[in-house]
């Protein structure tokens, strides 16, 4: 008998272990709490050469602009699939970049190891074949480009700070550079200048008064080689991590209308070998902690720059190339989309993942271009979630994480439901709270079918780099087409159900939303 009851209770325990929790989530369509740029999903290509290598290992291979297969069919197709992606052309060692093009360089040399040099190296070259074959590319795919260009030509270190860089930054390579592109008729969509040279910066720092005045010079350069207003590139920094003092002065310095884009960096995730990495990134409570840096961006933007927008101009989660056997798979997805979904209530326009190609926090596979699991959650994110944001509540359990934006196409709603328990599911219900200053009023859905995509790992292993929607694996087709991603449906009177350590978007066509008409 006591067999028997220890094995009933045994079964007890596991059958309430399956049960899914009742969730209410109340979605505000009267008004919208932000906007996005059309273009909000980014992916960067990087300059690191092969030798780049932390913690023992060399995890770039060759992914770096200048060695990388432009021609891989998998790369073009999966920057074709988005129609169209921004894709951000910069990183650490931009500011010892030279390009080969005019008269203001003599010597153009490749990128070597050097001890004394930044990030480790000395300065490489970018030669305009390499440039004419990456915007190749960029047509071909019908990439958005932004271009971050070499802030410390120029400069000088300062003998009492090591990190400082004086002096104005000369701007002739890069006015040959943009001429080289004007009549190649290359689109550039915007221009940033340096990489985490504000606040105290990372390897070398420009003072906000100085980084002010070169920002000016870059505008009116812009202006100068693209008088058409209608197709002049924005211009955009600083690039770096947030620093409120600094980033006031920078922005009372430069002025009105000069910055288009504020760029900040984020790394919230610590170092790529820290063995707490994947812990940090199915804690809510942890993730929580960077919403501080977005809400100050946002109001910096307000208060200081309102002719500007907040945009994450880098964002890798963990620093040093990624976690080696995390940030490529299916669990690295709470971070990226949560930080999607984060950052777009902030009022933030832009969000460009660290990287699209190399090193281990890659959107597609550093060696088989095949994309990972965060390359498929990007993609929906970009034809699903529209620029409007929603306000969304619940107040269920924090590891399940909810976002709410106007449909990308119309009409209704599209949501974002990240569940990163490994216990339990929910099951969903949306109220549609039309009630500005009121209790939740909660309306029927209409007739039209819900459309859902289910996001869940292979064999249930979230650190796999294999991810099925709606139970089938997503693989490529035998042409190496990115495959078709399509919903299941619904009946929109019942919940939404929400399994454990997964992810799930949804299309709601008959919420009444008023900010998405």
Same mark, same amino acid.
């Given at each position: 008998m006591k067999i028997k009851a220890v094995s009933f209770l045994l079964l007890l325990t596991l059958f309430s272990l399956c049960l899914a929790e009742d969730l209410k989530v109340a979605v505000q369509g009267v008004t919208s709490i932000g906007t996005t740029d059309d273009n909000f999903?980014?992916? %960067?290509?990087?300059?690191?050469?092969?030798?780049?290598?932390?913690?023992?290992?060399?995890?770039?291979?060759?992914?770096?602009?200048?060695? +990388?297969?432009? $021609?891989?069919?998998?790369?073009?197709?999966?920057?074709?699939? #988005?129609?169209?992606?921004?894709?951000?052309?910069?990183?650490?060692?931009?500011? /010892?970049?030279?390009?080969?093009?005019?008269?203001?360089?003599?010597?153009?040399?490749?990128?070597?190891?050097? $001890?004394?040099?930044?990030?480790?190296?000395?300065?490489?070259? +970018? #030669?305009?074949?390499?440039?004419?074959? +990456?915007?190749?590319?960029?047509?071909?795919?019908g990439a958005?480009? %932004?271009?971050?260009?070499?802030?410390?030509?120029?400069?000088?270190?300062?003998k009492t700070d090591k990190v400082l860089w004086e002096g104005d930054w000369h701007s002739e390579n890069a006015r040959d550079l943009m001429k080289y592109t004007i009549t190649k008729g290359y689109n550039i969509e915007s221009y940033e200048l340096g990489n985490e040279l504000c606040g105290s910066g990372v390897s070398a720092r420009v003072a906000a008064e /100085?980084?002010?005045?070169?920002?000016?010079?870059? $505008?009116?350069?812009?202006?100068?080689?693209?008088?058409?207003? %209608?197709?002049?590139?924005?211009?955009?920094?600083?690039?770096?991590?947030?620093?409120?003092?600094? #980033? /006031?002065? #920078?922005?009372?310095?430069s002025g009105q209308d000069v910055v288009d884009g504020l760029t900040h960096h984020i790394y919230n995730l610590g170092a790529g070998n820290d063995p707490a990495l994947i812990t940090r990134i199915q804690d809510p409570f942890y993730l929580n902690q960077i919403a501080q840096t977005y809400k100050d961006m946002e109001m910096t933007v307000k208060e200081f720059g309102p002719w500007s927008g907040a945009w994450v101009g880098e964002a890798g989660g963990a620093y040093n190339s990624g976690g080696k056997t995390v940030s490529?798979?299916?669990?690295?997805?709470f971070w990226y989309l949560d930080q999607l979904g984060m950052t777009s209530t902030f009022n933030h326009k832009v969000f460009c993942r660290q990287a699209l190609i190399g090193g281990n926090y890659a959107l597609l596979n550093t060696t088989t271009f095949i994309p990972n699991p965060d390359y498929y959650g990007a993609l929906l994110w970009h034809r699903l979630m529209g620029k409007n944001v929603l306000s969304v509540k619940h107040s269920g359990s924090p590891y399940l994480r909810v976002y709410s934006?106007?449909?990308?196409?119309?009409?209704?709603?599209?949501?974002?439901?990240?569940?990163?328990?490994? $216990? %339990?599911?929910?099951?969903?219900?949306?109220?549609?709270?039309?009630?500005?200053?009121?209790?939740?009023?909660?309306?029927?859905?209409?007739?039209?079918?819900?459309?859902?995509?289910?996001l869940t790992p292979k064999d249930g292993n979230? /650190?796999?780099?294999?991810?099925?929607?709606?139970?089938?694996?997503?693989? +490529?087709?035998n042409s190496s087409d990115i495959p078709p991603m399509n919903p299941k449906l619904f009946n929109p009177s019942s919940p939404i159900s929400v399994a454990a350590d997964s992810i799930v978007f949804v299309t709601l066509r008959d919420f009444d939303a008023p900010a998405c008409a």
């Open positions: 999903v980014c992916a %960067t290509l990087d300059w690191w050469p092969v030798n780049k290598c932390d913690y023992d290992q060399c995890p770039w291979g060759k992914a770096g602009i200048l060695n +990388l297969d432009l $021609k891989n069919k998998i790369l073009s197709n999966a920057i074709k699939a #988005f129609n169209s992606l921004r894709i951000r052309v910069g990183g650490s060692l931009q500011d /010892q970049v030279l390009y080969k093009v005019g008269n203001s360089i003599k010597k153009c040399p490749h990128f070597k190891l050097r $001890k004394d040099g930044l990030f480790g190296f000395s300065h490489g070259c +970018l #030669f305009m074949d390499r440039w004419n074959e +990456l915007n190749q590319l960029f047509k071909q795919t958005v480009v %932004t271009f971050a260009l070499n802030a410390l030509i120029g400069r000088h270190k300062s /100085q980084y002010a005045k070169d920002i000016v010079v870059l $505008k009116n350069l812009v202006k100068e080689l693209y008088p058409n207003a %209608t197709t002049q590139p924005k211009v955009l920094g600083p690039a770096g991590f947030y620093d409120k003092k600094w #980033f /006031q002065i #920078f922005l009372e310095q490529h798979t299916f669990v690295n997805g934006h106007c449909a990308r196409d119309k009409p209704g709603i599209s949501m974002l439901l990240i569940n990163m328990s490994n $216990k %339990t599911s929910f099951d969903v219900s949306v109220i549609n709270d039309e009630n500005l200053y009121g209790e939740f009023v909660a309306k029927e859905d209409g007739g039209k079918m819900r459309e859902e995509y289910h979230i /650190q796999s780099d294999e991810i099925l929607l709606n139970g089938t694996p997503l693989k +490529l087709t």
